[in-house]
T-cell receptor
Framework: GAGVSQSPSNKVTEKGKDVELRCDPISGHTALYWYRQSLGQGLEFLIYFQGNSAPDKSGLPSDRFSAERTGGSVSTLTIQRTQQEDSAVYLC??????????????FGPGTRLTVL | AQSVTQLDSHVSVSEGTPVLLRCNYSSSYSPSLFWYVQHPNKGLQLLLKYTSAATLVKGINGFEAEFKKSETSFHLTKPSAHMSDAAEYFCVVSPGGYQKVTFGTGTKLQVIP
């Protein structure tokens, strides 16, 4: 595809339900990131994948959050037992890795999650 | 470990006057540095990047940034602000060594007519 895609674009769920967010990175991009952006706030790093492995999960806010990446491509971010404070826009970005340096990140349009 | 500090959370300038958005970084390696822009209700877009070539980097929409290793700075400038420049700007460091990139906390630029 031409760019990073995310689905769904909007998700409304009830407190306590599980949600799964999907990211399709640009083909060939080895690095993939998940971020969270709450209303009026900056970017909060969640997790970083290099290929299928996640060298840095330090940003996941609790054990209710998990992510996986398969085939070095698609990634899913799962939030279990959602809480109202999970409401935010979840952004995915992918990039090439030049040597050991992460190059330009290309961002998807985001998934807007609303927990009622 | 790496870090990025954007010294101003908000900057307000008059249309037609210069823009200066400040960014300082720390990194254990020789980093790549980026500026991204996010317009209201829009996605994040790359403005410019430094990757150890020329220290003065030109980006889109008339913005440029200068990498100063001695000052560990990568400030973003534009000679003359336009109303369409009103947005939030993020400074980003990519330290190398397969370490994750780190975003600054952002600077909201307001342009007054």
């Amino acid at each position: 595809g031409a760019g990073v895609s995310q689905s769904p674009s909007n998700k409304v769920t009830e407190k306590g339900k599980d949600v799964e967010l999907r990211c399709d990175p640009i083909s060939g991009h080895t690095a993939l990131y998940w971020y969270r952006q709450s209303l009026g706030q900056g970017l909060e790093f969640l997790i970083y994948f290099q290929g299928n492995s996640a060298p840095d999960k330090s940003g996941l806010p609790s054990d209710r959050f998990s992510a996986e990446r398969t085939g070095g491509s698609v990634s899913t971010l799962t939030i279990q037992r959602t809480q109202q404070e999970d409401s935010a826009v979840y952004l995915c970005a992918s990039s090439l890795t030049a040597g050991s340096v992460i190059d330009t990140q290309y961002f998807g349009p985001g998934t807007r999650l609303t927990v009622l | 470990a790496q870090s990025v500090t954007q010294l101003d959370s908000h900057v307000s300038v008059s249309e037609g006057t210069p823009v200066l958005l400040r960014c300082n970084y720390s990194s254990s390696y020789s980093p790549s540095l980026f500026w991204y822009v996010q317009h209201p209700n829009k996605g994040l877009q790359l403005l410019l990047k430094y990757t150890s070539a020329a220290t003065l980097v030109k980006g889109i929409n008339g913005f440029e940034a200068e990498f100063k290793k001695s000052e560990t700075s990568f400030h973003l400038t534009k000679p003359s602000a336009h109303m369409s420049d009103a947005a939030e700007y993020f400074c980003v460091v990519s330290p190398g060594g397969y370490q994750k990139v780190t975003f600054g906390t952002g600077t909201k630029l307001q342009v007054i007519p």
